[in-house]
C-alpha cells in the first residue's frame, strides 16, 4: 500500500508477492479451483483497491489478473501452480473460443471505393508489371487492393505476392498505402504521432548477397544499408527472401513500416517478438483491441502507461 501510494505502481515482485498472498487466501477460503466468480470478485478487487492497475483497453480492467473468458491472468497462473503442487486438480476443462486479433485475421478494408470488375484487376496488374511511373503504379496499386487482401489471406496464394505485384520491391510507401487502406488515415499514424526494431546491419554486404544467404522464411523483419550503424541511409524490409524498400530513413519509421508489412502481406508476429508486437498493435495502433490474445503482461505494462 506504501508503493501504490507513492508510486501509483506496483514492481514486478511486490505484485508477485500481492498475488500469493490473495490466491492463498482464496484457496484456503475456496479451495484449490474456486468458482469463476470467486476468481472474478479477487480480480475487481485489486483494480477498485488499485485503481491506475486497471488496463483502460480491456473490457473491464481486470481482465491481466483474472480473464474469466479465456481463464489466464496471473491469479489464474497462481491457481494453477497451487493446484498442480497439491495434486487436487479439480473439474473438467471447458475449451474457449481463441482470441484471432492481429495480422493474418481476414478483414474488410476501412475504404469502399467502387469495386472493380475482373478485367480492371486483371489490366491493373498487367500494368504493374512494366509501367515505371510512381503515379500510375500507386494508382493501380490501390485499385488491386482487395484483390491482394484475399490473396495474401490465402495460404495457397500468399507466397506469390511478388511475383503479381513485384512494384513493392521497387517503389517505396506501398506497404503505407496499403495499410491505410486496410484501417484509415487516423490508425495508421498513431505509431508516429507518438514517437518523432530491431535492425540488422549487415556492414560490408549488398543487400542481395544477404537474400541470397537467408535458408528459411521468416516473419518480416529490417534490413538497414550503411557503413556503419552511425551512418545507416536506408532501410529495406525482408519478408521470404525479397527486400522491400522502406520509404523512411529513420529507425522509428522504419519500425512503423515493418509493423504494417505484418497486415499488409498477412504475416504472423515472430515468436520471439509477439508479445511486443502485440502491445503496439493493441496500446499504440488500438488494432483488435480485446480480441487479440495477450499475456496479463502485456496489459499490466499497458495500464502502467498509459495513466
Known sequence: ??????TKSLTDATRRQMINILAAEMTETHGTSPPKSVRVTYAQGIVALFPYLEDPYSQHGYEHYYDPESGSGYLAWRLKTIQRKTAEERGASVSKSPKVGGPGRGRQPFTYDREPSDEDVEAAIAVLRHSADENTVREKMKMTFTYRQV?????????DVFLVFPRFLDTPGLIEQDFRLLFGEATANKFLEKWSTTFKAKVGTSVQQHLDNITQSSQPYLLAQGSTQSSIHSYFIVVDKHAVPCKATGSVGAFDEVFKAHYVFGTSYSSSLSSFFTFVQTTI?????????ETPRVAELRARMVR
Open 1 to 6: 500500500m506504501q508503493e501504490y501510494g507513492k
Open 151 to 159: 490473396m495474401v489471406n490465402d495460404e495457397a496464394k500468399s507466397s
Open 285 to 293: 495502433y488500438n488494432i483488435d483491441m480485446g480480441e487479440t490474445k
